[in-house]
């Protein structure tokens, strides 16, 4: 497999530091509120890239934080008279509910920040000591030019940064780049005991901490999304290396963006969706599918034709999927023909595009193509007029299943039960139309319809299908 390093701006082949296992961290939310549609899609792209590397054999151990103390989440906390850790825990609670409705699986470990002080307070003491941080009156900042690589993820010479950069008038830092490692308590503020006495940590240095407990001190890959890349992961890179004296990740991945009608995302644009938000409007399945429609590293357009067009191409695989059912019920044991093993053959070579296009960087647009050849062969070469061979149209839904499933897609079973009164209707249609009572097969067909079930006569029988809201 090969990745696209942000840290070297090069494809490179993926080779962990340990055979068979892979650590990985991924910045995970600061829980102040639902996560928006912006931060979706990092979620979205490495829990497939994590269930990818699972499908390849390897054992993922895959660490994603929660930031539960911050200047944001103190500000909401305060407004709604609660304190900071029962609004970070509600905004737990419904991250897992719109990460479940997404497909995201959980974390091998998703650790908090106000649960790691100690790991942190270890990281910055090292700073301190290894002279890469100083302490101000409390506050503890690091010495950006004391790490003579700082800028080398972001590839921006430090005197460019410095020229951009601001200072806050209330900081004594030396340096305008410095950057908050530890902040003393402000009244009515949550804090811990630290060595520079009361306080909380900054940003940064929670997610160097909780790799370094977590994972170790060299990892195999850090993802986030490119607005991350600075200052939030070239400080983790100059805080780490320096505390540590070791590579912090080997491979840095970062997503595109997303705009919304073509346009920045932005609260006083009005365009700013939660991911709550939009499931109301479409299935979590439908928003996963858009997510992974695109390379993760090009920027994406959000808008309400395309999630139109995400739920038809999502609804055309579950119809494939429901007529492969079909199929296989009036399917036969034997031998395959010879257009049937041609077709077995195309499944294959699917299989290896599919492959292909995942070891390509990730490239799940080209991975989903390959399912919709899957679509388009089955739908071509599998008769609807005479029986299959069984295990040719099993082949077709099992390797349907299995691609799918390292997307996080098209694994919901569908409801197929009919209760007797619709059991009845049918035989009786059935019977109407064997002794050709086209009258009364049709008002039973239009009852039927009338109560969402819709029939399609073919030569293996009826089938029938729920008619979709």
Known sequence: MKIYNTLTRQKQEFVPINKGEVKMYSCGPTVYDYFHIGNARPFIVFDTMRRYLEYQGYKVTFVQNFTDIDDKMIKRANEEGITVKELGERFIAEYFKDAQAIGIHKATIHPKATENIDAIINVVKKLVDNGYAYDVDGNVYFSTKKFNEYGKLSKQPLEDLEAGARIDVNEHKKDVMDFALWKKQKEGEPAWESPWGMGRPGWHIECSAMVNKYLGETIDIHSGGQDLIFPHHE?????????????????????????????????????????????????????????????????????????????????????????????????????????????????DDCKTKFIAAMDDDLNTADAIAAIFDIVYASNTALSNENKNAKVVVEKTLDLIHELGGVLGLFQKTQEKSIDAEV???????????????????????????????????TPMGVKWNYISE
């Open 235 to 347: 400080n983790e890179i100059a805080q780490s290396e320096c505390a540590n004296g070791k590579p912090f990740a080997n491979y840095w991945m970062h997503n595109g963006y997303i705009n919304i009608n073509n346009r920045k995302m932005s609260k006083s644009l009005g365009n700013f969706f939660t991911v709550r938000d939009i499931l109301k409007q479409y299935d979590g399945e439908v928003v996963r599918f858009f997510m992974l429609s695109a390379h993760y590293r090009n920027p994406i357009n959000f808008d309400n034709e395309l999630m139109e067009q995400a739920k038809s191409a999502v609804e055309r695989v579950y119809t494939c999927i429901d007529n492969l059912e079909f199929l296989l019920q009036n399917s036969e044991d034997r031998e395959l023909t010879d257009s049937e093993k041609e077709y077995s053959k195309t499944l």
């Open 423 to 457: 059991e009845e209707l049918i035989e009786k249609r059935n019977k109407a139309r064997s002794e050709k009572n086209w009258a009364e097969a049709d008002a039973i067909r239009d009852k039927l319809k009338a109560m969402n079930i819709e029939l399609k006569d």
